[in-house]
């Protein structure tokens, strides 16, 4: 069936390190959702990519859409404490259907201070 | 975005017994889903909540082990039947507020530990 992985499974980094997690499915996606989800928290929306090769940024955190809308990633400049959590990419098959949603095993984030 | 309010936030339960998880959302909202998140793990798919009707449950999933209600557009249940500890798991209540497939709202969560 359709997956979409998701590396790395866990990162340590140092506070001011930069950090990336990536996300490849096997098929073509209609759209990705970005969430995070802090320690004992739900998960919270971050961001949603639509298009082939789109690139979005929310203050030190910057998302790609792959021009094949296969991979998608999410990098985050500078780490801080606050960044600690597990990031979940979610892509969509069909365009409006949240049924379809398929889910990437997560990227737990650990920052030393 | 609205509150979504979900209890109880944790249990613990006796095998055999059943757990009746609520989901309030305080406005309306077009698409009700019930999550499924084990400890250290991704999230998976229970069922969609329809209102009025019987919810759609994903592969491996049953109703009459997860019996799920949706009387109303801001309400939802979703019942474990008959638990065993392979049931032990944080349940998820999320909402699509406009059912277009935007992003979803999550519940706080149900931590749930059967003995």
């Known amino acids: 069936g359709q997956q979409v992985m998701q590396i790395p499974q866990y990162q340590h980094v140092q506070e001011g390190e930069d950090f990336t997690t990536y996300c490849n499915s096997s098929t073509t996606l209609s759209n990705i959702q970005w969430y995070k989800q802090r320690p004992g928290g739900h998960p919270v929306f971050l961001i949603q990519?639509?298009?082939s090769g789109e690139v979005k940024k929310q203050k030190r955190l910057t998302f790609q859409f792959g021009e094949a809308k296969k991979n998608s990633s999410l990098h985050i400049t500078a780490t801080q404490t606050t960044d600690v959590g597990t990031y979940f990419c979610a892509g969509r098959l069909v365009a409006g259907n949240n049924r379809k949603l398929i889910w990437g095993l997560g990227t737990s984030l650990a920052v030393n201070p | 975005s609205a509150v979504i309010s979900q209890k109880p936030s944790r249990d613990i339960c006796q095998r055999g017994t059943s757990l009746t998880i609520q989901c309030q959302v305080d406005?309306?909202?077009?698409?009700m889903f019930w999550y499924r998140q084990q400890p250290g793990q991704s999230l998976t798919l229970i069922a969609t909540?329809?209102?009025?009707?019987?919810?759609?449950?994903e592969s491996g999933f049953v109703i009459d082990k997860f019996p799920i209600s949706r009387p109303n557009l801001t309400f939802s249940t979703l019942t474990v039947s008959n638990m065993s500890p392979e049931d032990s798991s944080i349940y998820l209540c999320s909402v699509d507020f406009r059912g277009v497939g935007e992003k979803l709202f999550f519940g706080s969560g149900t931590q749930l530990s059967v003995l």
């Open positions: 909540a329809n209102q009025g009707s019987e919810a759609t449950y």
């Open positions: 990519l639509v298009k």
């Open positions: 406005s309306q909202v077009t698409m």
